[in-house]
């Protein structure tokens, strides 16, 4: 961890509000493993913002015949 104050870790509804998804959107990418990284802190499932953007930013494509090889989850950061 970066040791950061002020860090914000979003829960799944927060998270689903930021990327405009569904929170069983959200839900369905981490069973199937292809959604943000995310932690789990007791029995909460909470997103870090800068995990979210780098998820969000794995979409980025430039036209329509951009290679696209599927969804990737994000790398967890050291």
């Known amino acids: ?25 959200l839900e369905k990418h981490r069973t199937y493993g292809t959604g943000p990284v995310y932690r789990k802190l007791g029995g909460r499932v ?12 794995s979409g980025l494509r430039a036209s329509t015949s951009d290679p696209q090889s599927g969804p990737h989850p994000a790398s967890p950061r050291a």
Do not use: C, I, K, N
């Not at 870790?9 to 069983?24: C, D, I, V």
């Open 46 to 57: 909470v997103y870090d913002l800068d995990d979210l953007r780098t998820w969000a930013d």
């Open 1 to 25: 961890m970066s040791g950061r104050v002020g860090q914000r870790f979003l829960r799944t509804p927060q998270a689903g509000e930021y990327l405009s998804l569904s929170s069983r959107t």
